[in-house]
């Protein structure tokens, strides 16, 4: 059962930068399109960024400029780096394939982008 578990979320002022990673305990990441997702309070959950195993990557454009997605698949690690965060970036965020599996919802990691 591959599990993955996303971390470094935080309280951040506007304006400022958290980098997010998931871990996955299995080798999932080399044969798929892995994701970021987020989920605002009382809001369904949504695309973030994705990035192919040949790197090529797609943004909302809500965060697009602001957010850059990584992958080394060689430590089954997904990134999320994101700067000029606004408080509308507030949510939890979630790592997974593209498309999504239930199977691997993990709990996500709350960032809090308020002053």
């Known amino acids: 059962q591959v599990q993955l578990v996303e971390s470094g979320g935080g309280l951040v002022q506007p304006g400022g930068s958290l980098r997010l990673s998931c871990v996955a305990s299995?080798?999932?990441?080399?044969?798929?399109?892995m994701a970021w997702y987020r989920q605002a309070p009382g809001k369904e959950r949504k695309l973030v960024a994705r990035?192919?195993?040949?790197?090529?990557?797609y943004y909302a454009d809500s965060v697009k400029g602001r957010f850059t997605i990584s992958r080394a698949d060689a430590q089954n690690t997904l990134s999320l780096q994101m700067n000029s965060l606004k408080p509308e970036d507030t949510a939890v965020y979630y790592c997974?394939?593209?498309?999504?599996?239930?199977?691997?919802w993990g709990q996500g990691t709350q960032v809090t982008v308020s002053s």
């Open positions: 299995g080798n999932i990441f080399s044969i798929n399109v």
């Open positions: 990035i192919t195993s040949g790197g090529t990557s």
């Open positions: 997974n394939t593209f498309p999504s599996l239930n199977a691997y």
